[in-house]
């Protein structure tokens, strides 16, 4: 697939690294409108029940219908048990710009296996169209060139110190990474950070 080879190439860390080119890794809280590009995928049944309860594992739109994750989070799951959550800052509940996609198909890196960081990278296909939404909703910008030494890296999510998922997106500290490791884990092509 032409797609998943040009992030490959292109990117090689994406999910929770986010490349800041030059700007200061912080910890504490970020909203929707400094990472429009933030969401989710969640189980379809706990959602109906209560939204925010079927968190699977965090996402982010590069595409009008693609998510991007990790392998790992959607191998050997249905398309149709799952949904995408993106344009919220809050990891329960529906605001104005919320917008809750049926998931139309996953597909994998071909060479990922369980349990092995390098090549886990999923993409979700969203049965619907996602356009932008000024400071709500956006895609992620997608680096063409190769990324420059020392550039600064931040984990974004919804996870927490504790075994209790936040409701609120953090940068996390733990997941960020020295520039020196950054630059050779994004220069490693297909390589995903995960811990």
């Given amino acids: ?78 398309a149709e048990d799952i949904l995408g959550a993106v344009g919220s800052t809050y990891l329960q509940g529906i605001t104005t710009t919320s917008l809750v996609l049926g998931i139309a198909a996953f597909r994998c890196h071909g060479l990922y296996k369980r349990g092995v960081s390098s090549y886990n990278i999923g993409l979700a296909f969203t049965d619907e169209d996602t356009l932008p939404i000024k400071g709500k909703l956006g895609y992620v910008p997608i680096a063409m060139t190769k990324i420059r030494p020392f550039t600064k890296c931040v ?13 609120h997106p953090i940068a996390l500290p733990n997941y960020s990474v020295s520039p020196k490791t950054c630059y050779r884990r994004t220069r490693t092509i297909a390589t995903l950070v995960s811990r």
């Avoid at 504490?28 to 933030?38: R, S």
């Avoid at 984990?155 to 409701?167: E, K």
């Fill in 1 to 78: 697939m032409v797609c998943l080879a040009i992030l490959t190439i292109n990117i090689g860390l994406l999910y929770l690294f986010l490349l800041m080119n030059g700007v200061e890794a912080y910890r504490g809280k970020v909203t929707i409108e400094e990472y429009p590009y933030l969401g989710s995928l969640r189980y379809r049944k706990k959602e109906s029940e209560l939204a925010g309860s079927g968190y699977i594992c965090a996402a982010t739109l590069i595409h009008n219908r693609v998510l991007i994750t990790t392998a790992e989070c959607i191998k050997g799951k249905k």
């Fill in 155 to 167: 984990g974004i999510g919804w996870a927490a110190d504790t075994d209790v998922l936040s409701t």
